[in-house]
């Protein structure tokens, strides 16, 4: 039997992925590959960190290019091609040769859709003015290399991963840095309380941040831009970087007819298979299957798009051996200069949002043994299953170490952990690295001291004069950094010997710095026949950072 001729389209993560694999299993298979863009298989992830000079050699973002394609993997790579029609009936693709215009039709046995997706540019007024930049490729990379310059005045619209990493970038370039996002914090797949570290670290560096408002529209000046928020507030750069999401690039399927998703992305199947049995699709114009609870959900991420495309190379040239597309979990991590935060798989507003149980817990420690030099605090959210306690989400926050726990946090979830597994996941541990008992470890002490009873336990702070707020932290820590509400100032260590300053006859919530002495405090507490709950995570996870009640950081 003749190897089939496969026939890609988009050569970026998913398709040149799906190609290379497809080489590697049939030697004698034609394969190529249409490309829209001048440039194939760049790292597309690397392209902010080229514009804030991090990364200085541009040819390292070039993974590859149509001759190392075809000299290593004998492939044909066509750039500047762009598919405009797909003929299902005949088997074939209709290409466009942007040069000059020109059409063609190109044969397939198996046809590869990885578009990805373009990034979102409403139609506003003034929209159009050539000072308003999105990022997708190399070439758009470029034009904003040449149109920044130190001093400049620049507006990012969106503070979601690629808003912040532009944030730092172009104020690491020299240039005057205002953050604009439509919702109430920074990095919206984040729960609020975890992303005050990043805030506070953005204001640190000279990020004006506005948040809970969006764009209006754009006046295009002789010298600058103004912008004009939904609040009225105004703006004015001399250059824009709108970052506030993607779409799928799924014009072609859809108007070759095959399945689209309520959002318009490619419908396909556990080997990436479109409704059309001949063509397969991957990448950020696809749907995929949430791994944690089955859902479909879209996650348009290089990691996920690589790995779909070896799949369904897989699929078409070793059908009986092939293993199915998973599923994604979205595990993800940004850094703003020296902060990072991440997450993997599902927050507690997404899992309010579709009304799931949930139980969750927030932990403070630091990133290795506190007595080695250079400790440095880091946060740790978890969330979970009530009735089987298996993981469903977890999120970290700090200065060093937060992809280690992301990555640990990420395998326990596709492993089907539980809290009670993460009591006892024997990690690495010298005191450079990390600590006897890990943050992992102690996040689950903490959610099965909560599935035990032993512990009740809020991030929120009641607006309730019966409840008696306890402060265990140190009087001179207490005063220094107060908390946003009455207490009454008990160190832990006094605990026991002033019970009777407190009313045995009214609830009583205790806080500290980080959730530790206040968990203490409330099984001294509650030991005593006092009604009593902790406040989770402590002052630090938890007050927003332009509070009085910061906490200082390293």
């Known amino acids: 039997m003749p190897s089939p001729k496969l026939l890609v389209i988009g050569g970026v993560a998913a398709g040149a992925s799906c190609a290379a694999r497809a080489r590697r299993l049939c030697e004698n298979a034609e394969i190529t590959i249409i490309e829209r863009g001048p440039d194939v298989s760049f790292a597309n992830c690397g392209l902010p960190y080229f514009i804030g000079g991090e990364i200085s050699a541009r040819d390292v973002l070039a993974v590859q290019t149509p001759a190392s394609l075809k000299s290593l993997l004998n492939l044909d790579v066509q750039t500047r091609c762009e598919a405009i029609r797909i003929d299902r009936s005949n088997k074939r693709v209709e290409i466009r040769h942007l040069e000059n215009g020109s059409t063609e039709w190109q044969s397939y046995d198996k046809l590869m859709l990885a578009p990805g997706a373009s990034p979102l540019r409403p139609d506003l007024p003034g929209i159009n003015d050539p000072r308003i930049f999105t990022l997708r490729n190399l070439e758009d990379m470029d034009h904003i290399v040449t149109a920044t310059d130190t001093g400049m005045r620049a507006v990012v619209v969106g503070a979601g991963f690629i808003g912040l990493e532009m944030a730092e970038q172009l104020q690491r370039k020299g240039l005057s840095v205002q953050l604009v996002e439509l919702q109430k914090q920074v990095m919206p797949p984040l729960d609020a309380p975890m992303t005050a570290l990043l805030e506070s670290e953005l204001r640190r560096h000279n990020i004006a941040i506005t948040l809970g408002d969006g764009i209006a529209h754009f006046e295009p000046c002789t010298d600058f831009v103004r912008c004009y928020l939904t609040s009225g507030k105004v703006l004015e750069a001399d250059l824009v970087v709108l970052s506030i999401g993607v779409k799928p690039d799924s014009e072609l399927a859809r108007a070759a007819g095959l399945n689209l998703g309520p959002r318009g992305h490619i419908v396909v199947d556990e080997f990436q298979r479109t409704s059309d049995p001949d063509i397969y699709a991957a990448g950020d114009a696809v749907e995929t299957t949430d791994r944690v609870m089955g859902d479909k959900t879209v996650v348009p991420m290089g990691g996920p798009a ?17 293993r199915p597309y998973p599923g994604s979990l979205g595990t993800a991590i940004v850094r703003a200069f020296d902060v990072a935060a991440g997450i993997t798989g599902w927050s507690e507003k997404r899992l309010n949002a579709a009304k799931r149980p949930y139980e969750a817990v927030t932990v403070n420690d630091h990133q290795h043994a506190t007595y080695y030099p250079g400790a440095k605090p880091l946060t740790l959210k978890i969330l979970w299953e009530p009735e089987s306690g298996r993981l469903l989400g977890a999120q970290a926050s700090g200065f060093e170490g937060i992809d280690k726990r992301l990555d640990v946090l990420a395998t326990a979830i596709i492993a089907g952990m539980t809290v009670e597994d993460l009591c006892h996941l024997e990690l690495a541990y010298a005191p450079p690295f990390g600590a006897a008992k890990d943050a992992i470890n102690l996040a689950g002490f903490a959610a099965c001291n909560r599935r035990d009873a032993l512990v009740n336990d809020t991030t929120v702070l009641p607006d309730d004069p019966t409840v008696q707020i306890v402060d265990v932290r140190p009087k001179p820590l207490s005063d220094a950094f107060p908390a946003p509400c009455k207490v009454i100032n008990i160190p832990f260590p006094t605990l026991r010997a002033n019970l009777d300053k407190l009313d045995r006859n009214r609830p009583v919530l ?14 001294v507490l509650a030991q005593h026949g006092f009604t009593v709950s902790c406040f989770s995570g402590g002052l630090k996870a938890n007050v927003d950072p332009r509070s009085p009640a910061k906490m200082p950081t390293p």
């Not at 690589?306 to 092939?322: L, S």
């Open 306 to 322: 690589n790995r779909q495309g070896r799949v369904a190379a897989d699929h078409i040239f070793m059908p009986d051996k092939a």
């Open 510 to 523: 205790t806080l500290c710095a980080f959730g530790k002495m206040s968990y203490f405090a409330a099984r």
